[in-house]
Each structure stands twice: as C-alpha cells, then as structure tokens.
C-alpha cells in the first residue's frame, strides 16, 4: 500500500531581546543558574507582568516577512499545566487571538516550487530548564530558571509538508528568514531555535488525515529529516500490519536513529484556557505596522532573484551568496568596489568559503571586500597570474595586507618580458625533446607538461598567455 506524509512543524524561536517578555531580566545565555529571575518571572503573588514592546515589533516584523496577516486586537491567555520548569504553573501564552496569522514560506526543491501555510505565530513565554544528575545512581533533577520568561514566537505550519526533504527546506528557509531580521540568533545548541514534528500518513487517494504522532526532542535541522524518514517507514509498516497508529508523543534517539513512546495523547489537552487578567488586551493601529514593515530588509529569496537578474549569477551561486545576511553584503561590496561579479562570486565560493567557518561573522575576515576587488584586478592588468594570486589571497587572510604590498614584497609581479620568456621557452624545449615528439604526434597532455616546465623554470611568475603564444608557435 502506498501511503502519503502529512508533515506540520511548530517551532518555537527565541526572540533576542535584552529583557525577558513580562519583566526587566536579563536573557543573556551561560549565566550562572538562577541568577536571572525575579519576583514576576518565578510567579511570585502578587506580581503584575508588563509586556515588552520589543518582543511584540519583533514577532510583528517576523510576521510581516512570514507574509501573515497582523492582529489589530490580540490578548494573552493562560494555558494551565504543572511542570517543574512553569513555575506559575501557567504559561502566559496566546490562544485564539494570535498577533500573526494566515501567512506562508516557500520554498524550492530541485523539482518543483512550493508555499507552505503558516497558520500562526504567536507570542508567549519560555519554560526554565531541567538539569538532570548524571549520576545513575541518583534520581536528582534540578530547575534552572534564567530561561523562564525569554519572549518566544510560536511558529505553527499549516500540515502541508510531504516529505522530509520539503520540511528541512522550510526550517532552513524559517531560520534564514530569522536572521535576516536579526529577531533571533536562531542557535539551536543554545535553545533559541527548537522544533517539533507533527507527521501522520494517508493512502495516497484519501484526503482525511490519518492519526497525528508528536515527535519532540529534535535538535538539528537533520534530526528532524531523520525523524521523518523513521516515521513515514514505522507507521507504514504498522499500517501494512494491520495495525492502528496511536496518537502519542515520541521523542528521537539521536544514537540509535529512531523514535521511541514518551506518552499517549488525548484528543485534545484541557489547558483551561482563559485571558490573562494582569495583561491587558493588544490593539495595534495600521501606522504602527506600516512603521516596522519600512525597517524589514529584503529578504533572501528576494535577494537570491537579485543577483541572478542584476549579477546575471548563477542559481547556485546567488543561492550560497544569499545564504547569509553578512556573505551577501560582502559580496555587493566586492562588486562596489571594482570587481566583476562573477569573478568577485568565484572568488568568494571557491577560496573565501574555504577558509571562512562562520559566515555571520564577516566582519571579522582578515581580508575586506575592497581588498578582494584589488587582487581581482591584479589579475586582470596581468599583473599576477591566477596562481600567484591563490598565494597571494592566502597572505591576505594571514596578515590583512593589501594585495599590492605582498605583491610587491615577495616580487611576485607577472614577467611579460617577450625575449626573456622566448628563451626559456627555448630552453624547456631543449631539454625535453621526447616531450615535443610526443606533442607533434598528437599527444596533448606533452603539451600541458611542456607548460608546466616553463612556468616551473620562471617561478610561476611567467605570463601563462604569452607562454602558450611562443611555446606553440615554436612547435609548429
């Protein structure tokens, strides 16, 4: 039987404000445990919560660039549970009047376009964090809460994935999206980027969903691929047995590479949802949304199209250029500087890339984009070979200096002295007669040895195009 993946994430982001949602704490990460709280964030009685406008423009501003419709009137409610980590035992969530809603990411596989519905994105607070013993033969948990409080925006997808390879395309280009806008650092070692996977499966020929398994405890974008692809094989094998799928929470063993029953769900959680009466109701008017909507910065598939049309780039080029905020800038002001884009994209794919680990942290590359442009044009006045210039770039990245300086430091310029290559052109032919006869009876690999000699004999510095002009003309 064949079945079909219905597949919806919600993710939850950190939103990086300085200051926790409902309190003046701070949401730096790493500090010692519990040294970030205070009367309102642990619930104390009594307590009144104050809503920090910038975790509310920032989830607006996600919002607007996740093509969503924005609340005019929105309100917080208390979703009831008890947990170690929910100190109220209530968390200040968003229930039925979310600040964003009805929007949409696409994305692009290698065969087909796509838009994913985005039901929601609403804001609430985050949970503390457990910390387990590691000793096995203790059962001791403890409650960190410095992360209660920290604004998080709820992302929920409208179930429209099919596959794992759509749902990891949607998560990148979610993150991408994020940080273009700089509301999250997105990292999901530290939890500022968590996700989780609602799949069920259908015949192919049903438009009723089957029944919804939870998976939780994924952290990366590939365990996430990975629990799908477990998933779609585990309930079709359950459904070819004859077997039912029971709706239920199930966490992912990143050692084995499978999931595994954490707990069985209900129809539905009794939350006991109801308005939170220390938080007023939100009421947004149009100036207020059309003010954040001038600060959202062109996006990445906007960008991505830009180079292609404006570069003339190819796809794959313009898709890693763009891949960043920080590498895309770079890039346009490789090109601002003098140097034509292909090559300036080239350079950056094929020797930047290379040496680069984190492409958020541009600005800390020995070698500036106007530097990048000076050794391009080095190459293109014939100053020094593209050979050179690789030894060049990589004095750059070592020491910051100006392409010239090396150049001239090392003696590394071009010779295009005609007679002075001519006679060691003269000299690797003397020298390699087997070579030549291997050449005039059709061998052209004797040639490129023969190339090989003469840039060997000149240090490399020999001007490669006048070489090829004397060398063949002397064979011939």
Known sequence: MQYEPVIGLEVHVQLNTNSKIFCSCSTKFG??????????????????????????????LAGIALNCSISQYS???RKNYFYPDLPKAYQISQFDKPICFNGFIEITT?????????????????????????DSTKNISCVDYNRTGVPLAEIVSEPDMRSSEEAYIYLQNLKSIMKYLEVSDCNME?????????????ESSDHAFGEKVEIKNLNSFKAVKMAIDYEIQRQGRQLNNGESIIQETRLWD???NETFSMRSKEEAHDYRYFPDPDLPPIRIDESYIHDIMKSLPELPDQKKKRFISDYT?????????TSTRQLAEYFEKTVQSGAPAKKASNWILSELLARVEDTEEMEQCQVQPSQLAKLI?????DTISGKIAKTVFSEMINTGKDPEIIVE????KQVTDFSFIEKLVDEVIANNTQSVEDYKSGKEKALKFLVGQIMKESRGKANPKIVNEILMKKLT
């Open 409 to 412: 430091e090392k003696g590394l």
């Open 190 to 202: 530290e939890g500022s980027l968590r996700c989780d996977v609602n799949i069920s499966l259908r």
């Open 31 to 60: 500090s010692s445990s519990n040294s970030q709280t205070c009367p309102v964030c642990l619930g104390l009685p009594g307590v009144l919560p104050v809503l920090n406008e910038e975790a509310l423009r920032k989830a607006i």
């Open 110 to 134: 290698e065969n087909y376009n796509k838009k994913i519905g985005v039901t929601r994105l609403h804001l609430e607070e985050d949970a503390g964090k457990l910390i387990h013993s590691d």
């Open 313 to 321: 780039l190819p796809e794959y080029d313009a898709g890693v250029l």
């Open 75 to 77: 309100k917080f409610d």
């Open 377 to 381: 044009g080095l190459i293109d006045d």
């Open 254 to 256: 990143a050692d084995k």
